[in-house]
């Protein structure tokens, strides 16, 4: 009978308690274990910043590293598969030291071992990369680097082009200089549109957007999308999202956001939320509402940093999508673009909520998007610094009723446990409880009899 019942209805809230607090203590019950999280796929961050001039500069004025060991491994795991040769022995003594500093986790011994790879072979396109990302103290010597590894690249790759070769080795290195012809140029993009330099930043983007349309893995259109925001170009940002923001293609913080703020855009100026109870959402805004909840729907990590609710730190090299990661990477550049757009952060913070009620159990059904992922906690304190608290969704809140209960049961069970131990103690406690409890009542008789008749109130007494 009661293994049928705990089929059919589960333990009770005391079986529940002891099962989980006490059953550990006494050794009695082996508790089943939980199932493992799955796995969650973190990705490149495509907007990460430079180590040597701004992540390394960050730890030496606070003292606090930005980046985690997991987080640079990761790093280090994407630079070996994308500048190292994948055919052993095709390449020189250049790049033999640079497999080694690839490997290396001490960033002195990688900047020494990139030092020597270019004195040993001063076309070594790779010592150049990781000498601007480590190496350089300013973005424009960085610049510098990444433009001399893009050079060596393309003479590497014009020479293979115009004399083919069918030997594997190689073809490896063709293939490594054009992984390095990718990245370089990408970066220089970068340092240009760190120093102001919009136009140049977006030409050079665009292009290698249309010269490597395979390497939409890489997310290059996000920055030619953050580009374009800040050169306030928002015809050819919605262009753009209407060639990737397709339903084959994946989602991503940048995607969703950007199309919820050109929604957005033409009718936050004239927005009042007080007219809007009164008359209803118009055609416009109630299109711009629902790009907005399924912007948050896809992060709702994402308007607490917008909303200046909380701290924005620099965001990791990794990040995870529909994470609190993802949502510090995007904030960290487009915060600026919402605040450009006057009302839109007041749209934001009116309707970013109700996307919650929309969505009761995310864990199990989405709306617009799979049901939320639950490991996504656990993902992101490894990618994230641990000065940063960690956004969590949806927070696990236990029902004020079996808070209650515990806790009467707890104190009910200390009650007994001193009365047990201190009988006399415990005894006098509750007479000086019950006397205390009672004079009130006493009071309030004294006071009915001063005021009531002596008939009366012996008629009271004696019912």
């Not at 005391?14 to 019950?29: D, K, M, N, R």
Request: hydrophobic share 45%; proline share 6%; glycine share 4%.
């Amino acid at each position: 009978w009661y293994q049928r019942r705990v089929r059919e209805h589960g333990n009770s809230l005391i079986e529940q308690l002891a099962l989980t607090y006490v059953a550990p203590f006494i050794g009695g019950i082996d508790l089943p274990e939980k199932p493992a999280q799955s796995e969650c796929k973190v990705w490149r961050n495509p907007m990460n910043l430079i180590r040597g001039c701004e992540y390394f500069k960050f730890m030496q004025v606070t003292g606090n590293s930005p980046l985690t060991h997991y987080d640079m491994n990761l790093t280090a795991q994407d630079q070996q598969m994308f500048f190292c040769p994948d055919v052993a022995g095709a390449g020189d003594k250049g790049d033999e030291l640079m497999a080694l500093a690839w490997r290396s986790v001490d960033t002195e011994k990688r900047i020494q071992l990139a030092l020597q790879a270019v004195n040993a072979n001063s076309n070594c396109a790779s010592a150049h990369i990781l000498l601007a990302e480590e190496c350089a103290s300013t973005v424009p010597e960085a610049d510098k680097y990444f433009r001399q590894a893009l050079k060596i690249a393309d003479n590497n790759i014009r020479k293979f082009v115009s004399v083919p070769s069918h030997d594997v080795k190689a073809n490896s290195l063709h293939r490594r200089d054009i992984n390095i012809c990718v990245y370089a140029r990408r970066r220089v993009a970068m340092c240009l549109r760190k120093m102001g330099k919009l136009k140049e930043c977006i030409k050079i983007t665009r292009e290698l957007i249309k010269e490597f349309p395979l390497m939409s893995v890489l997310h290059i259109h996000e920055n030619l999308i953050e580009a374009l925001l800040a050169q306030k170009a928002y015809n050819d940002v919605q262009a753009l999202l209407t060639r990737y923001d397709d339903l084959t293609l994946p989602k991503s913080a940048v995607i969703c956001y950007s199309a919820a703020l050109l929604k957005i855009r033409p009718v936050c100026e004239k927005f009042f939320a007080d007219v809007t109870v009164k008359k209803g959402l118009t055609t416009h805004q109630f299109d711009a509402v629902e790009a907005l909840q399924r912007a948050v729907e896809f992060n709702p990590h994402v308007p607490q940093y917008l909303l200046e609710e909380k701290p924005i730190i620099l965001p990791p090299e990794h990040l995870l999508k529909r994470g609190d990661s993802e949502a510090v990477a995007y904030s960290f550049y487009h915060a600026a673009h919402w605040k450009e757009v006057p009302g839109s952060i007041k749209f934001l913070e009116c309707f970013w909520k109700d996307t919650f009620k929309l969505i009761p159990f995310p864990l199990e059904k989405g709306k617009l998007f799979h049901p939320y992922t639950s490991g996504t906690e656990e993902t992101d304190r490894e990618l994230l610094p641990l000065f940063h608290d960690v956004s969590v969704y949806p927070k696990k809140e236990l029902p004020f009723f079996l808070v209650f209960t515990a806790g009467l049961c707890l104190f009910t069970l200390s009650l007994a446990l001193l009365t047990h131990f201190y009988p006399i103690f415990m005894g006098e406690l509750a007479r000086i409880a019950l006397e205390y409890f009672a004079t009130p009542f006493a009071m309030i008789a004294e006071h009915l009899q001063a005021l009531l008749p002596q008939q009366v109130w012996n008629l009271l007494t004696r019912a």
